[in-house]
């Protein structure tokens, strides 16, 4: 560099050109993301955060019932498979475990698993029920009668009603 350019501007200084890009003279430079550009993307990592831990409680309380519902479904078609094999409900003292027992009339189990609700307790089982031969009951999260949300109750009769079903 000689003397005369060392006295122009940086600004001001020619540019030396290699094929097609013009390039200044390298001038140091910090490099990377100041404080605030981080902190900026922190606090809007936090809020999205926020938001999925307050919704997921929800969806989590929502996908069990609707297991429920499901299983429940499952478990009313095995308790008819039962009725149309035996020509009878279960028993209250049989319960639903007797779908899952061997007989000369049944070679394999109507139902595989034990049957559990997806909070973890047995599903209850009436015979007869208040309003057809049978009952099937999820407590819901609270495990006790009635409740609202998670907490209420899920019964193949509310699944019969909603179906269109007697």
Known sequence: MSFNQRAIPYSDRPRKVWGSFSVRAHHPRAEGFSLVEVMVVVVIIGLLAGVVA????????????NTARTEIATLSSAVEEFYSIHGRYPTNE????????????VPEPLITQDPIDPWGRPYQYNSPGRDAAYEI?????????GGDGADGDISSLNLKQRQGGP
């Open 54 to 65: 307050i919704s997921a409680p929800h969806f989590l309380s929502r996908g069990k019932q």
């Open 94 to 105: 049989e319960g639903l475990q007797v779908l899952r027992e061997r007989s000369e009339s």
């Open 137 to 145: 009951v999820c407590l819901g999260g609270d495990g006790r009668e």
